[in-house]
């Protein structure tokens, strides 16, 4: 399983972007998919994951209600919906494929497949 990431950008604070994660090469319909980010000098960081069978979400405090993560099985392609982004959301913007991952984990251990990561930039 291939996994593409894309959609980052700079934006302004209060802005949106809408990131996407296409899988290509297998299926993911079994698997847990998550987002992650890494700032510069920091450690990566969850953000969100969807369970692809079903749709189970689970967020970090810090995008709770800001961050929306959903699938398209059409399209074998998760989103992370950003809004209301703040300076402190910048980061590269990684997703990952587990098929062991619970819903609720937020570790970056354990996942199968990890896109190439995308640059999201919020300036204040």
């Known amino acids: 399983v291939q996994l593409q990431a894309s959609g980052g950008g700079s934006v302004q604070a209060g802005g949106s972007l809408r990131l996407s994660c296409a899988a290509s090469?297998?299926?993911?319909?079994?698997?847990?998919m998550g987002w992650f980010r890494q700032a510069p000098g920091k450690e990566r960081e969850f953000v969100a994951t969807?369970?692809?069978?079903?749709?189970?979400?689970y967020y970090a405090d810090s995008v709770q209600g800001r961050f929306t993560i959903s699938r398209d099985n059409a399209k074998n392609t998760v989103y992370l919906q950003m809004n209301s982004l703040k300076p402190v959301d910048t980061a590269v913007y990684y997703c990952?494929?587990?098929?062991?991952?619970?819903?609720?984990?937020?570790?970056?251990?354990?996942?199968?497949?990890w896109g190439q990561g995308t640059q999201v930039t919020v300036s204040s």
């Open positions: 990952a494929a587990g098929r062991a991952i619970t819903s609720t984990s937020t570790t970056s251990r354990g996942y199968d497949y």
């Open positions: 969807i369970r692809w069978h079903g749709g189970t979400t």
């Open positions: 090469g297998g299926t993911v319909n079994s698997y847990t």
